[in-house]
């Protein structure tokens, strides 16, 4: 009877987990992403009158040219998140004959840009040393567990005044033999 009992439990849970599907819980899904990921900053960037290369260089490359029908460029996005719905964009490019852009079809709108938010940017400068301090494999241990020397911070050829007054004797002994 114990056996019948967990036997049945089992069975119990393994038909109510398959009515459910894919919706086990705790079970993680990832996300997927297909196509060209089009912004809305890349489409009010396009123009009429601009040519394919022009729109490849803002767009990038299609997902699907037509055999049949080569002035027409689709970008199609699909964005499956794991616990949600499908979420399905299209925009489609038509060109004329002399391979221009003439207008945009799809389910992604223009905005005007006089109503587009300012968007800032920011840079950031990274410093990086041109020199390297080389030790050996010893050394090199003994600094990663904080025993060695301090590392010594290297600086751009800063001269003293001695090597200074010995370089500009130098230089203008050349001087002199050149002129000979």
Known sequence: ???????????????????????????????????????????????????????????????????????????????????????????????TAEETLSHIEGDTRTVARE????SSRSDTNVVVPLNENKTGLFQGLLNSIGLGEDEQEIRPAETSETENSATSEESEETTEENEQ
Request: aromatic letters at 14%; hydrophobic letters at 40%.
């Open 115 to 118: 109503d587009l938010p300012e």
């Open 1 to 95: 009877m114990k056996t019948f009992l967990i036997v049945s439990f089992y069975v119990f849970v393994l038909l109510t987990s398959a009515c459910s599907k894919d919706k086990i819980p705790g079970v993680y899904r990832i996300d997927i992403q297909q196509g060209n990921d089009v912004t809305q900053d890349m489409v009010n960037k396009l123009k009429a009158g601009m040519s394919k290369s022009q729109v490849a260089y803002i767009m990038g490359t299609p997902l699907l040219i037509d055999t049949f029908h080569p002035n027409r460029w689709d970008y199609i996005y699909s964005f499956h998140p794991g616990n949600g719905q499908r979420e399905q964009r299209r925009l489609t490019l038509f060109f």
